[in-house]
């Protein structure tokens, strides 16, 4: 019994204690936070300022309060914290600490940061994450960051131009630099390259025109993301020089056209050029030499229209093509180019219900196990994009008439001078003859020149467009089953610049124009007499201002009606863009003004000229002789003062010094002058 009542006592007492306990204000703990483990979390507490009061937990979240300024000086009274998230507040600066703080990650994100100062993070020797995303950041101070230990960086959407300073030195461990939707427009040499532990780079969404050749030297990255730049051609020489990439994205840049070469060398296992809004056409050996390709993405392209079966060649790894949801409205045999191909995918696009199709059409009934087209089912075909049927059912013949693609449109404008190609693409299935024909009534076969135009591999070029260019251009494709046309129509438009004389005298005239100083170097005027129809006279040296340009044309005859144009200088080709009629005035019309050449001013003037010039050169003249003599006096005092002292001879006629003599000079000589004055004083 006394053991009973004994254990009673005890556990009373234990669940007093805990009440107790329970009563008191948790030491480990915030106002107004949750606490969970080692975790903190007064998300939404309304604190305007960091918590001074120490509290047992290694991570502590503020996110969402109302936090202006971080000062890191104030994390030091949480020795054990190793997690700080300062997320969605109002921060607008960080001042750094002069002592070393344990924290391995912080999270500033979301805040109102504009500028980094020196030295903010260079007291946190652990941190190794470190998230700055979602602020109005625009600079970064030099010596801001040094995170020894830093893996991951987070600089996404904010307004930065250039990437942080030496890299190297600040994170010489960093393995994720995220710096998406930012304002940076170039990768410059050095930046990026001394970064060796790095595997992700995510530049995407900024103003990227170009990369350094050596911006990417020998790194081994795991994924690189340059999509939804302003990429005009693919920065293949910088990328070349990566030691290894496993997922490259390009989607979203500013490609035309993928020419031949554009994409070759590049060490990568993915690669993806998709939604891109100018892509138009990928031509032959355009990805090229990239033995270590194996997953090829062009996808969601919406002007893509041309796909040369041929365009991927020497990539023998490859397995997966991608061309969905594209506007490919046709496609040739791709297998022989790329034997490696197993799977290839085509949905979505607008293929035109033709002979040349067959290829694909027996490929999907027939599920070759070796090459397959793995959405066959969903690939449709038909005249319209709304009148569409299922490729797989519809019949097709093994002949039918050529199909021209729509690679060029109906109509197209060039300035002036410009010069202008369409490349006449057809599919069919037996040989064919292709012609052009121009607005003239010429036409022209493969290989064939009319003056300024040309055919070479079924492209018609234009060489500087001249004003009788403009009008219709069809291209039409022949075979023994029938042919196909297709025209465009070619608007020439003229430059607007007007030519008018500011002043017509009786033997010259002083014209202006407006242009820009652009197009300078490409001007010429012509004059050419009403009455004289064999003198055309040409000027071509013509400088010009900004806006404004003038020229005056002299050694004209007075009375004399003149045609003067301005033409543009293209090649052999002079285009005219501008003229006017001028007829000089009358001989002596200057006199009548008053304006006359007066010889008597201009002989007295020359008189004055001739003699101011003729004084300067006996001045001159003059000067020189006098530094000459004095000179050669200089050179004569010296030489006398460096010779030696000689005894006379009897013979010179001069008295020789007697030995007395020499010891009084002697002695004078050795005297110093406090001797020479007592010897007068003594004398005295």
């Known amino acids: 019994m006394g053991k009973?009542?004994?254990?009673?006592?005890?556990?009373?007492?234990?669940?007093?204690?805990?009440?107790?306990?329970?009563?008191?204000?948790?030491l480990s703990c915030l106002p107004h936070c949750r606490c969970t483990g080692q975790e903190i979390d007064c998300t939404g507490a309304g604190y305007a300022g960091f918590p001074l009061q120490p509290a047992k937990g290694k991570s502590l979240v503020l996110a969402v309060n109302n936090l202006t300024l971080i000062e890191l000086n104030n994390v030091q009274h949480w020795p054990g914290l190793r997690s700080l998230d300062l997320s969605r507040n109002r921060i607008k600066t960080v001042e750094g600490t002069q002592q070393p703080l344990q924290l391995e990650q912080l999270d500033l994100s979301s805040n109102q940061l504009q500028v980094l100062h020196s030295f903010a993070f260079s007291q946190l020797p652990q941190l190794h994450h470190l998230n700055l995303s979602n602020n109005n950041l625009h600079t970064v101070s030099h010596q801001t960051f040094y995170l020894p230990s830093?893996?991951?960086?987070?600089?996404?959407?904010?307004?930065?131009?250039?990437?942080?300073?030496?890299?190297?030195?600040?994170?010489?461990?960093?393995?994720?630099?995220?710096?998406?939707d930012n304002r940076i427009s170039r990768i410059m040499d050095g930046s990026i390259s001394l970064l060796e532990s790095i595997s992700i780079l995510d530049f995407s969404s900024n103003a990227l025109m170009d990369m350094e050749d050596n911006s990417l030297?020998?790194?081994?990255?795991?994924?690189?993301?340059?999509?939804?730049?302003?990429?005009?051609?693919?920065?293949?020489?910088?990328?070349?020089?990566?030691?290894?990439?496993?997922?490259?994205?390009?989607?979203g840049n500013q490609f035309e056209s993928l020419q031949s070469g554009a994409i070759k060398d590049i060490p990568v296992k993915f690669l993806s050029v998709s939604r891109c809004p100018l892509l138009r056409t990928v031509h032959e050996n355009s990805i090229t030499r990239m033995p270590m390709l194996e997953t090829l993405t062009l996808n969601s392209n919406p002007s893509l229209v041309y796909y040369h079966p041929?365009?991927?060649?020497?990539?023998?790894?490859?397995?997966?093509?991608?061309?969905?949801?594209?506007?490919?409205f046709a496609l040739e045999d791709i297998q022989p180019y790329v034997p490696s191909l197993r799977n290839l995918f085509l949905e979505g696009n607008r293929f035109k219900?033709?002979?040349?199709?067959?290829?694909?059409?027996?490929?999907?009934?027939?599920g070759d196990s070796g090459f397959k087209v793995k959405d066959g089912d969903k690939v449709t075909c038909g005249e319209t994009e709304l009148a569409t049927v299922r490729l797989a059912k519809e019949p097709l013949t093994s002949f039918c008439k050529p199909y021209i693609l729509p690679l060029y449109p109906a109509a197209v404008e060039v300035n002036v001078g410009s010069n202008a190609s369409w490349t006449c693409k057809a599919i069919d299935s037996t040989r064919s003859r292709l012609e052009w024909y121009l607005v003239d009534g010429v036409h022209l076969r493969e290989g064939e020149c009319n003056e300024r135009r040309c055919v070479l591999n079924s492209t018609l070029y234009i060489s500087y467009a001249h004003q009788e260019d403009r009008g219709n251009y069809t291209c039409k494709v022949m075979n023994t089953h029938g042919q196909d046309e297709r025209t465009v129509h070619l608007s020439v438009k003229m430059l607007h610049v007007q030519i008018f004389p500011l002043t017509v005298a009786d033997t010259f005239v002083t014209l202006s124009w407006n242009t820009s100083r652009?197009?300078?170097?490409?001007?010429?005027?012509?004059?050419?007499?009403?009455?004289?129809?064999?003198?055309?006279?040409?000027?071509?040296?013509?400088?010009?201002?900004?806006?404004?340009s003038s020229y005056t044309i002299s050694?004209?005859?007075?009375?004399?009606?003149?045609?003067?144009?301005?033409?543009?200088?293209?090649?052999?080709?002079?285009?005219?863009?501008?003229?006017?009629?001028?007829?000089?005035?009358?001989?002596?019309?200057?006199e009548s003004l008053g304006i006359v050449t007066d010889y008597t001013s201009i002989a007295v003037v020359s008189l004055v000229f001739v003699m101011l010039g003729g004084s300067c050169i006996i001045l001159s003249v003059f000067r020189l002789y006098k530094l000459r003599y004095l000179v050669e006096g200089d050179t004569m005092s010296t030489k006398l003062m460096m010779s030696p002292v000689s005894e006379p001879?009897?013979?010179?006629?001069?008295?020789?010094?007697?030995?007395?003599?020499?010891?009084?000079?002697?002695?004078?000589?050795?005297?110093?002058p406090t001797e020479d004055v007592r010897t007068l004083e003594s004398n005295t």
């Open 353 to 366: 219900c033709h002979c040349g199709l067959k290829w694909l059409q027996e490929n999907i009934q027939n």
């Open 217 to 251: 030297t020998s790194l081994n990255i795991s994924y690189l993301d340059l999509s939804f730049n302003t990429f005009r051609k693919v920065p293949t020489p910088a990328l070349r020089n990566l030691k290894e990439v496993t997922t490259l994205i390009l989607d």
């Open 310 to 328: 041929g365009a991927v060649s020497f990539v023998g790894n490859l397995m997966v093509l991608d061309l969905t949801r594209n506007k490919l």
């Open 649 to 672: 001879t009897s013979g010179s006629g001069i008295p020789p010094i007697t030995e007395k003599e020499k010891s009084r000079l002697v002695d004078n000589e050795i005297l110093s």
């Open 518 to 548: 652009s197009l300078a170097k490409d001007f010429l005027i012509r004059v050419q007499s009403e009455y004289e129809s064999s003198s055309l006279m040409e000027y071509d040296n013509i400088e010009v201002g900004h806006k404004m």
């Open 150 to 180: 830093l893996t991951v960086l987070d600089l996404s959407h904010n307004d930065l131009p250039d990437l942080p300073d030496d890299p190297q030195r600040g994170f010489p461990r960093l393995q994720k630099l995220f710096f998406k």
């Open 4 to 26: 009973m009542s004994e254990l009673l006592s005890t556990l009373l007492l234990l669940f007093f204690q805990q009440v107790h306990s329970s009563l008191q204000p948790s």
């Open 555 to 590: 050694n004209l005859k007075p009375s004399r009606s003149y045609k003067i144009s301005l033409c543009l200088k293209k090649g052999a080709y002079t285009i005219q863009v501008s003229s006017t009629f001028v007829k000089t005035r009358p001989e002596n019309y200057m």
